[in-house]
Nanobody, 128 residues
Framework: QVQLVESGGGLVQAGGSLRLSCTAS????????LGWFRQAPGKEREFVAG????????GYADSVKGRFTISRDNAKNTVYLQMNSLQPEDTAVYSC?????????????????????WGQGTQVTVSS
């Protein structure tokens, strides 16, 4: 079992930055593919960023590409999401997830149903 806890959310003005952290306990998540998802009110959960279990391949939603960066520190069992140039449309609850897979065809996993473990989520609110 892996327990995931996110932190780092909050209120920020448009154009600002936040860094989300997700720390795992229970087991090291070294072999797991990792992902960040978000869900805004009235909308479905959507993929934001992901990383393969090897850590050598990342992927992003088109809406965040060039602004967000996913990274991991295996020694700290932590995955990060650096978010720059935030916009009001980025407002959502952000959740991290870990999959008992290294990836799909060597790529990060974008389907939420393939992830086995989820954090509780952290609110990110971007004001205009």
């Amino acid at each position: 079992q892996v327990q995931l806890v996110e932190s780092g959310g909050g209120l920020v003005q448009a154009g600002g930055s936040l860094r989300l952290s997700c720390t795992a306990s229970g087991r090291t998540f070294r072999p797991y593919a990792l992902g960040w998802f978000r869900q805004a009110p009235g909308k479905e959960r959507e993929f934001v960023a992901g990383m393969t279990g090897s850590g050598d391949t990342t992927g992003y939603a088109d809406s965040v590409k060039g602004r967000f960066t996913i990274s991991r520190d295996n020694a700290k069992n932590t995955v990060y999401l650096q978010m720059n140039s935030l916009q009001p449309e980025d407002t959502a609850v952000y959740s991290c997830a870990a999959a008992s897979l290294l990836g799909v065809a060597g790529m990060p996993i974008r389907r939420p149903d393939l992830y086995s473990y989820w954090g509780q989520g952290t609110q990110v609110t971007v004001s205009s």
